[in-house]
């Protein structure tokens, strides 16, 4: 069973949409994060959340931590060809190793011009 | 130079031979980590350091080991590898605030043959 579900696992969208990826769970967590994940490379942390119902805004990006703290989204607006990538949420325990996060299996982005 | 380096970038190898990656950081992290990407399982942990003297393993830690040589190093060792180990392997690191979340090396594609 995965503790972090993602969906969409794909998603292909033109150039100048707006899109909303989602991170879900069962489990309760202590903080949340978001990844971008470009071929070749490493994930690179885009951003992290702490508390229930928090928003955080990243030029296009939005990021929502749930009141529950149990899931998350991420709201692109106007999406642009450079935001193609791999989309991977990660979740410390609630109660748990806060240094020891459990990973999403992503959601692969394609912009298209 | 970057932050979390990893060696080599891509190896190819035979069944049975030992192989050995290796991850230097210069963000003076305590924190060490080895993961593996494979398509469609995401990211799984493969061992874990908090410090040079702890060393824990993963979820998926049976044919690798590791060794903290120093706070700024981590080597992951195949001491006999198999072709379904044939992955993106990664190293990250992190601090003792959950806030700053992981920094990931560019990753080691390797390949068992």
């Known amino acids: 069973t995965q503790l972090l579900e993602q969906s969409p696992q794909f998603l292909s969208i033109q150039e100048g949409e707006n899109l909303t990826v989602y991170c879900n769970s069962s489990?309760?967590?202590?903080?949340l994060q978001w990844y971008r994940q470009e071929p070749g490379e490493g994930p690179v942390l885009l951003v992290t959340?702490?508390?229930?119902?928090e928003v955080k805004k990243l030029k296009r990006l939005t990021f929502q931590f749930g009141d529950a703290r149990k899931d998350s989204s991420l709201h692109i607006t106007a999406a642009q060809t450079g935001d193609t990538g791999l989309y991977l949420c990660a979740g410390a325990l609630s109660g748990g190793s806060n240094y020891k996060l459990t990973f999403g299996k992503g959601t692969l982005l394609t912009v298209n011009p | 130079d970057a932050d979390v380096t990893q060696t080599p970038r891509n190896r190819i190898t035979k069944t049975g031979k030992r192989i050995m990656l290796e991850c230097s950081q210069t963000?003076?992290?305590?924190?060490m980590y080895w993961y593996r990407q494979d398509p469609g399982l995401g990211l799984r942990l493969i061992y874990y350091s908090f410090d040079v003297k702890d060393i824990n393993k993963g979820e998926i830690s049976d044919g690798y080991s590791v060794s903290r040589q120093a706070q700024a190093k981590f080597s992951l060792s195949l001491e006999s590898a198999i072709p379904n180990q044939t992955a993106l392997y990664f190293c990250?690191?992190?601090?003792?605030?959950?806030?700053?979340?992981?920094?990931f090396g560019s990753g080691t594609r390797l390949t068992v043959v």
């Open positions: 963000k003076g992290h305590d924190r």
């Open positions: 489990s309760v967590f202590s903080s």
């Open positions: 990250a690191t992190s601090d003792w605030t959950r806030i700053y979340g992981y920094t």
């Open positions: 959340v702490v508390t229930g119902g």
